[in-house]
């Protein structure tokens, strides 16, 4: 709901002000929901297929940043940025209100053995945590800034291209980013079953991710740098 309320405002501010507080919103909806689909993935799967799952699960997400591209440019030929706005809010309230009246609750499994409270401290606290966020970081923040930021200011500027190849530029790499969290996904969980570790796997896919980088850094961004950013994410390090 704070997703489609933050649309509705991003649709309809008249300054700066407006604006922000209307991405504000829509931040603290989507990443509710981003935690309540993990959240539910840990509940309602097996661990073993953990890496599998939230592959599935953040390359639906990705394909939204898909449809931001070329699709939103063929629909603005007949709507205005604003006017686009609104029918996602409601389409975000009709989902909302679907999977609170469809969506049963989880199954119950047996009772945690231990009654330890679980909060901001306790994860902060985790080595584990610490040896898999700051190369989550790295790896998402930097595709993120690539596609959102940097990419399409250097198609224009740099690369002189067109509105409509600059639009198809970034639609490659949304899809890239699809697949690619597809892709890690399926190979985590074939690996798993393999006793190869997710340190491994981890390690391989981050590095695979951040070579094409360093090509970005001197020259075009690389497509297949959107292919791996998102491995740290769910590649869970067992130690």
């Not at 600059?166 to 399926?186: D, K, P, S």
Request: aromatic share 10%; charged share 10%; net charge positive.
């Amino acid at each position: 709901m704070f997703a489609a309320a933050g649309a509705v405002t991003f649709a309809r501010a008249s300054g700066l002000t407006g604006l922000l507080v209307g991405r504000a919103l829509v931040g603290l909806g989507v990443a509710g929901a981003l935690m309540a689909g993990l959240k539910a993935i840990v509940e309602w799967f097996p661990k073993q297929r953990l890496a599998l799952v939230n592959g599935a699960f953040i390359a639906l997400g990705a394909a939204g940043a898909a449809t931001a591209t070329a699709p939103v440019e063929w629909m603005l030929g007949w709507l205005d940025w604003r006017q686009l706005f609104l029918p996602l809010a409601a389409a975000t309230v009709a989902v909302s209100v679907l999977i609170l009246l469809l969506v049963p609750d989880p199954p119950k499994g047996p009772a945690p053995v231990s009654s330890k409270t679980i909060n901001f401290r306790t994860i902060y606290a985790d080595q584990s945590f610490w040896r898999v966020v700051p190369l989550s970081a790295l790896c998402i923040g930097s595709a993120w800034a690539l596609q959102g930021l940097w990419a399409a200011p250097w198609l224009a500027d740099v690369a002189a291209l067109e509105r409509w190849e600059i639009v198809h530029h970034l639609f490659v790499m949304a899809v890239a980013l699809c697949v690619g969290a597809l892709l890690i996904g399926e190979i985590a969980d074939m690996l798993h079953r393999r006793r190869v570790s997710p340190a491994t796997v981890l390690t391989t896919a981050a590095s695979t991710f951040l070579a094409p980088n360093w090509r970005s850094s001197s020259g075009c961004p690389s497509r297949a740098s959107c292919f791996g950013p998102w491995c740290p994410a769910w590649v869970r390090l067992r130690c």
